[in-house]
């Protein structure tokens, strides 16, 4: 079987202290079939500096205004050939060999649209801090917005992205939020690959970690009104009960016990250390 086209999308915009581990993090792939684009917001540090770096192993780079992440990542997957679409932000990372494993469930179960694998959290300098590992993904707990996936272990079909519309360039926090449900409608077909695929940072600029700032709200503002289109009837009430619901599965599961496991033997080295590659 035809090895599958891969296409990853970097959105850039002034993370020059993370994107050379990113770019490093793809372009040391050793899978053979896929394609690197990077859409930069006209970076005012040294971002563009280090593209340009890179530039003639990217597939494609350019540095212009755009509307925002959603819209560059749009872009990025608009010019893209790949058959299987991921977008890497430019402070996270991929582990070594995740694209051949994702290609290899892919070509195990060629009628999936989303294949996910699990994925932990690093700090600024590259440490373990948290292990996340999901269950096979349930869409019955995602209509309750519970269970998210999480990029950048998150591939599928180009097919489907543009079936439903692509990313919503009005959101700017919870795209991808939006993104899941709109893929949960098209009633997606998910592989989940029990492997850790990639690293999200959490650092004091990343939006993630201004938002968690203030622990006592709900949810983001954005978050809520994407719940609200999606799922307008379900209270408060009944979405806390389905996170406690979903932290049960997770323990009778064992996915927990495990990601503390590892925690506890991960905590306090890099991802290169136990992920590779050694960038």
């Known amino acids: 079987m035809n090895l599958p086209k891969i296409s990853i999308v970097t959105p850039s915009y002034n993370q020059g202290d993370f994107l050379e581990r990113t770019i490093q993090s793809v372009l040391s792939q050793s899978y053979p079939n896929f394609e690197y684009i990077i859409l930069d917001n006209k970076s005012t540090d040294k971002s563009i500096e280090i593209i340009k770096k890179y530039k003639e192993k990217l597939t494609y780079w350019i540095s212009e205004s755009d509307r925002g992440q959603s819209d560059a990542i749009n872009k990025g997957f608009n010019i893209a050939t790949g058959e299987l679409l991921c977008w890497i932000n430019s402070d996270d990372v991929l582990f070594q060999n995740t694209l051949r494993q994702v290609a290899k469930a892919y070509q195990k179960n060629p009628d999936v649209d989303i294949i996910t694998g699990n994925i932990v959290y690093i700090d600024e300098a590259d440490r373990i801090i948290k292990c996340i590992r999901v269950p096979r993904q349930r869409w019955f707990f995602y209509h309750y917005n519970v269970g998210y996936f999480c990029a950048p272990a998150v591939f599928f079909k180009k097919e489907l992205f543009w079936k439903v519309g692509g990313l919503n360039i009005n959101l700017h926090y919870s795209m991808d939020i939006d993104l899941w449900h709109k893929f949960r409608l098209a009633n997606a077909k998910v592989c989940h690959i029990k492997a850790y695929l990639g690293g999200f940072r959490i650092h004091s600029m990343s939006k993630t970690a201004k938002l968690r700032k203030n622990r006592k709200i709900f949810e983001n503002p954005e978050t809520t009104i994407v719940r ?49 590659p050694r960038l």
Not at 243 to 267: D, P
């Open 228 to 276: 609200r289109k999606y799922i307008p009837n379900v209270s408060k009430i009944t979405i806390r009960f389905f996170r406690y619901l979903y932290n049960f599965w997770q323990i009778f599961n064992l996915n927990y016990a495990q990601a503390w496991v590892e925690l506890r033997r991960f905590k306090g080295k890099t991802w290169q250390e136990i992920f590779g």
